[in-house]
DNA sequence: ATAAACTGCAACCAAATGGTTGTATCAGAG
DNA sequence: CTCTGATACAACCATTTGGTTGCAGTTTAT
């Protein structure tokens, strides 16, 4: 289980972040190129704190990560972070394959249903 | 492209609807079994009408659906959004593809870089 | 016909979210 | 050294969220 990794708290915040237009666009920007938070201000129709929020959000989530460049803060997209929340939706389709088994079994069986668990 | 009959505001919903513990449980039970929302309140440590609120919330979000059994609702989770989610995701992977192969051009390239696009 | 179980919804509340402005720090340019 | 650009952070504010209790409406059971 390689999912284990993540507490709660982890997945709370990282769903909770991708809950969000501007930062699935900051996300998206900073997978495909380095940009630096004032570049990234310069993008959206909202005050430079704001989108420092935003990345500050992005990055307790650990979806991006922040390398100083001199005076300048390079954020860079986090993609093995993309893939452990691709996971766990895996995990989301097991447990629906569990349910057409458990159907599958039913409609082989004509005893009637094996004791639980 | 299959994702686009997903506006940002049904993208903020379905993630923000994930981004919750008890919420994700639900889904998830709903996925293997149906299950009625008094069942579901018995399992959490929060009131009924709290749990009812995070199957809104997921109803909302198109997460489950209700079907009336008697004068119980029974919510069965919705695989498609699941798979929803898992597509959006996809295409972050696809653009952070596509940084490596900006780098690899980069690096082939002895001339100047190609207009873009 | 009554009572009990299941649900929906409104009103309320504390805490978190997403935005603002203002101030301070820090690195680079003149 | 001084000015400017880039960032960080605090204080503040409106709205949303996640919980509560209470009440009303349906469906089933007695």
Redesign the interface.
Known sequence: MVVSELS?QD??????A????TR?DI??RT???DVSVSQLADSYDMSFAAVQKHVAVLEEARLVTKESRGRERMVR?N?ER??Q??RL?????E??R??ID?LDILLAEDEPAPPDT
Chains 1, 2 share one sequence.
């Open positions: 709660e997945v709370n915040r990282l769903f909770r991708l809950a969000d237009a699935r996300v998206r997978l495909v190129t997209g993609l993309i893939r929340a691709q939706l895996d995990h989301f389709e447990l629906w569990s349910r458990r």
